[in-house]
């Protein structure tokens, strides 16, 4: 899978992903149970990039993962395996620069498909630490409502809603869009948001 080409970082395609899991059980990493990916293009956000699926779990959700994602069993039992979504996320991931808020749980769930090429990476979190640096908080949704970015989510997705994958793949785009303004990086390399 061809990676983007670099350039700068006003002209790059960037597809956000995010996964929320089952919950953890002490010695067991969650699972996956939903996907959301977004597209932006010439750093605007593409709605009809917007993707969202259940994904089914070989284990039951835990009692605090339903209060905190609002995913029931129930609502898993038809949904597709991740490994199914080959195609789909293969399409909607390749060719651009891959934004999570945290990547690691990201970049851990991906593994299901070894040598899958996604990528360069760019963590919103990290970059939030860099730009925004002595916040009290780098959550996602602090960071989201502290830039006054929370109505914008609204408008582009009517159902938006904090720990919700395609809601928070929506905020990552927003959230790295606000940081690129704020350091008045969007005419650099993109290179430059991989500095660690």
Request: with cysteine; charged share 20%.
């Amino acid at each position: 899978m061809p990676h983007p080409v670099a350039g700068l970082i006003c002209d790059l395609p960037f597809a956000a992903i995010d996964f929320e899991s089952a919950g953890e059980r002490p010695n067991e990493a969650g699972i996956p149970i939903e996907i959301g990916i977004a597209g932006m293009r010439g750093m605007t956000l593409e709605p009809d990039s917007f993707y969202r699926s259940y994904l089914r779990a070989d284990q039951p959700v835990t009692w605090a993962a339903r209060q905190i994602h609002g995913i029931s069993n129930d609502d898993l039992m038809d949904a597709p395996t991740l490994l199914s979504l080959w195609p789909e996320l293969k399409n909607r991931l390749g060719g651009r620069w891959v934004v999570a808020h945290g990547s690691g749980t990201e970049k851990r769930f991906l593994r299901a498909f070894p040598l899958h090429g996604f990528g360069p990476w760019v963590d919103t979190l990290t970059l939030s630490r860099k730009i925004l640096p002595n916040l009290d908080s780098y959550a996602l949704s602090d960071l989201v409502i502290k830039l006054a970015l929370e109505n914008e989510a609204l408008t582009l997705l009517t159902d938006f809603r904090w720990h919700e994958a395609l809601s928070d793949a929506i905020a990552s785009l927003l959230l790295l869009k606000k940081l690129v303004q704020i350091a008045g990086i969007q005419d650099q390399q993109a290179e430059i948001l991989l500095l660690q």
